[in-house]
């Protein structure tokens, strides 16, 4: 496995250790407790690395692209070829995971992007935004500002607003069929989502999906011609994992149960065997997630929505397949298979997926008398857990991470809120501070202040606190539906998307 820029000095050791190459050792010498200390920590890291390798060749490659050759150049001008790229290439490598549904993005929306304008701006319009936020992180880390960032901002609003705009002649009439206009309608509803989320309007965010859920509700999925029935039902699951996210982040917010519009729920059987792949098991703890999140809602209601209080629901029906989950992902990452080589979206997946065992872990523990040293431990491995997932994400891929769901940042803050251990909860702090994350509408830093705020005025509902936003990471307004809003730009220098490495998508 090859890190993209070998020669920038934060790949350079990683690539020559990747390739087999002598690295230089000095000489010998007594070490010190604080050296000691970090030579145990290596050798607790290397050896969840080597239960890493051992999944490898169960799990596929993230984006091998089925099918036709797809052409990745598109019609436009400048901004049009620069952003789609930058979504290619970079966003969309990084926020798409193992599965959700697999292939969803590269197999449905990137082809429409050279028949359909709607969805071609809402992908460049997300595109400029991604690059904007990956800007403000890294100014923000070197404590300077880009005078040329507020001008990308202006390029994802215009693009936005062009979308907008092909939208309201789309469902004008025209040539397009009802079922046509609803489907393109629905595609650009989610990269709204996306580019809300990646700018921290998480309100806007909220405010598209409300919207995606109504043409669910007001549509009848049966009656769609065959070939979009599945398609609908793919849109209609990336929309409900947002909305999971969001239940989970505010009890304000009254779910949408898109459970009936969805692709059907997978249940976990009581097989003694291990997953066959990582996919099968990230797609298998998400359904975990769903019951959870609809415990209190009649899933079977596409008129239902989650309405919840503060209390503790009663997750008894959950433990049992919970373990059975538990019991085959261990298999999993169990399996004496022997790999020299590690794709970094497997180390990165399978260590969320430990996060997110630990998550349940804690969530599920039962009572007992040994329940508080067993909570403690659970806390500490979760930490010990995304400590190493972002230590592996900084050294390899070189820039902040936005991803479509919550993984780690969810977890983390919820051990920080219940654990009371401080030194456990500076450790989530800084985490959490220093990561540069955003998982869908969670904000890593937004966490860690509303984290601190919490534990200094304790609320009876740490869920309904109003948010803390973090001003130097949002843009500034709101992009109007109004098409006469849409700025001037003037030529500007084209932005080097290659100061980012890379993850190169493999066609087939």
């Not at 800084?430 to 830093?445: A, I, N």
């Not at 130097?472 to 730009?489: H, K, Q, V, Y």
């Amino acid at each position: 496995m090859q890190i993209q820029k070998p020669n920038h000095p934060l790949y350079a050791v990683a690539n020559d250790a990747l390739m087999g190459l002598p690295v230089r050792s000095k000489a010998p010498r007594k070490k010190t407790p604080s050296q000691k200390h970090a030579a145990a920590k290596k050798k607790v890291i290397k050896s969840t690395q080597e239960m890493v390798q051992r999944v490898a060749s169960q799990s596929q490659p993230r984006f091998i692209i089925q099918g036709n050759r797809l052409n990745f150049d598109v019609d436009g001008g400048v901004y049009d070829r620069m952003f789609f790229h930058h979504f290619r290439a970079i966003t969309m490598v990084d926020f798409v995971r193992i599965s959700n549904p697999q292939d969803f993005w590269s197999q449905r929306v990137l082809p429409m992007c050279h028949e359909e304008p709607a969805v071609r701006n809402a992908v460049v319009a997300l595109g400029a935004a991604h690059y904007v936020y990956l800007q403000k992180l890294q100014d923000s880390c070197l404590g300077g500002t880009d005078t040329s960032i507020s001008h990308y901002e202006c390029v994802a609003t215009q693009y936005y607003n062009k979308a907008i705009g092909e939208l309201v002649k789309l469902n004008g009439g025209g040539d397009s069929t009802i079922w046509d206009a609803q489907l393109k309608t629905l595609i650009c509803c989610l990269l709204f989502v996306c580019l809300e989320n990646v700018l921290g309007r998480f309100d806007e965010g909220i405010r598209h999906m409300q919207a995606g859920a109504r043409v669910f509700k007001t549509s009848d999925l049966t009656t769609a011609p065959q070939n979009l029935q599945r398609v609908m039902r793919e849109i209609a699951t990336v929309l409900l994992h947002f909305c999971v996210d969001v239940s989970y982040l505010d009890d304000d917010f009254d779910a949408p149960n898109l459970i009936p519009h969805a692709l059907p729920l997978a249940e976990i059987d009581d097989e003694l065997r291990p997953f066959s792949s990582l996919e099968e098991a990230k797609e298998a703890i998400w359904v975990l997630d769903v019951k959870m999140a609809y415990l209190d809602c009649d899933e079977n209601d596409p008129n239902a929505s989650l309405i919840k209080d503060c209390g503790m629901p009663d997750m008894s029906s959950l433990i049992e397949p919970f373990e059975r989950w538990k019991t085959r992902f261990n298999l999993l990452i169990s399996s004496q298979i022997d790999s020299p080589d590690v794709p970094l979206d497997v180390q990165l997946e399978t260590l969320n997926l430990i996060v997110r065992r630990c998550s349940w872990d804690i969530l599920l523990i039962p009572d007992g008398p040994d329940q508080d040293e067993e909570l403690a431990r659970l806390n500490r491995e979760l930490v010990d857990t995304a400590e190493l997932l972002y230590s592996i994400e900084k050294s390899s891929l070189g820039r902040p991470m936005f991803t479509l769901e919550g993984d780690s940042i969810p977890a983390l803050f919820f051990v920080g809120l219940m654990c009371e251990d401080p030194v456990l909860i500076e450790r989530v702090t800084k985490l959490l501070r220093d990561s540069g994350r955003r998982e869908g509408p969670w904000d890593g830093r937004e966490a860690a202040a509303r984290l601190i705020a919490e534990l200094e005025n304790p609320s009876p509902c740490p869920s309904k606190m109003p948010p803390v936003t973090t001003p130097e990471l949002i843009l500034d307004g709101t992009p109007e539906f109004a098409l006469d809003s849409t700025p001037e730009l003037s030529p500007e220098p084209i932005p080097d998307f290659f100061s980012y490495p890379v993850l190169k998508t493999e066609i087939v």
